[in-house]
């Protein structure tokens, strides 16, 4: 069996990190260990974390101060035993299959370099995450891999880890950016195995309301020239390719919005004749 070591980075989780690290007992996959790196929280996270910790063995807790979700992901995989890896987020959950199926993948296929899985939305919006198919040449573009992936330990050693200088978001997107290549073999398991917490206010909302996302695409950009340089000698053509790549994405979402509101109105319009009928037979 392969050992998962599980990151949790956890600043301020008081109302959520329960949830978290249940969802992690709770996993029918017993060989793993979830360092919790409490990033310099103020509030009552660190009691829940130690409770945790006092109660199965394999919950290993960390305090430092804070600098981060990137710097505290590094700072927890320092620490981890594992072949693989995991990153999950202090507010976020995991189906109990999740790591027993993703580990299989792996065994099945010893060439993958990473898996990710398809994602449940709960809390404010319950919606599931719909990305587009993965291929290297689009992730450059855009991301479709969400945070809660796991890789081999070697290749997130290549890599370097998270880069510190992310700190308006994005810092999965970019680690994924310079872990990977077109030669990578990327698995995807189309079942809803990571759960990402909705909230009304939420790290990424804040950083569009800061209007900081542009910082975060040109540091993308910045740190990883080499591979886009093959691209900018001709940004026509791979305008031209981006809309081919993206179009069907877009227009899936479309023709299912459509076919939402051709049934909404279909079923108002059903029950108008209901109740005319009603209402004549009287």
Same mark, same amino acid.
């Given at each position: 069996m392969c050992k998962v070591s599980i990151i949790v980075p956890c600043f301020n989780q *008081? +109302?959520? @990190?329960?949830? +978290?690290?249940?969802? @992690?007992?709770? &996993?029918?996959?017993?060989?793993? *260990?979830? @360092?919790?790196?409490?990033?310099g929280s103020t509030d009552g996270s660190d009691a829940i974390i130690h409770q945790y910790a006092k109660k199965d063995c394999r919950f290993l807790p960390f305090l430092k101060e804070n600098g981060g979700v990137a710097v505290a992901r590094n700072f927890g995989f320092t620490q981890a035993r594992g072949s693989l890896f995991v990153p999950l987020d202090g507010d976020d959950k995991l189906h109990p299959d999740? $790591?027993?199926?993703?580990? *299989? $993948?792996? *065994? +099945? &296929? !010893?060439?993958?370099v990473l898996v990710y899985t398809g994602t449940q939305r709960f809390g404010e919006n319950r919606k599931v995450w719909r990305l587009p198919t993965y291929s290297y040449e689009k992730l450059l573009w855009q991301n479709m891999i969400v945070n809660t992936a796991m890789y081999r330990r070697e290749a997130f050693l290549a890599a370097g880890g998270y880069s510190p200088e992310m700190v308006f978001g994005f810092e999965d997107w970019e680690f994924y950016v310079r872990l990977l290549s077109p030669e990578s073999?990327? &698995?995807?398991?189309? +079942? !809803?195995?990571? $759960?990402?917490?909705?909230?009304?206010?939420?790290?990424?909302? #804040?950083?569009? #309301?800061? #209007?900081?996302?542009? #910082?975060?695409?040109? $540091?993308?950009h910045e740190r990883n020239r080499a591979k886009y340089a093959q691209y900018e000698a001709n940004p026509i053509n791979v305008f031209g390719k981006c809309m081919k790549d993206f179009a069907p994405s877009y227009t899936a979402r479309y023709k299912r919005q459509a076919c939402y509101i051709h049934a909404a109105y279909c079923i108002a319009i059903a029950f108008l004749i209901a109740t005319v009928g009603v209402l004549f037979a009287r």
């Open positions: *008081e +109302a959520f @990190i329960a949830e +978290a690290l249940e969802s @992690i007992l709770a &996993q029918s996959y017993s060989d793993w *260990e979830c @360092i919790i790196v409490n990033d999740y $790591l027993r199926r993703v580990v *299989e $993948l792996f *065994e +099945a &296929q !010893p060439d993958t073999k990327v &698995q995807y398991i189309d +079942a !809803p195995l990571h $759960l990402y917490r909705i909230k009304k206010s939420s790290r990424s909302t #804040e950083l569009v #309301e800061k #209007e900081k996302i542009k #910082e975060s695409h040109r $540091l993308i």
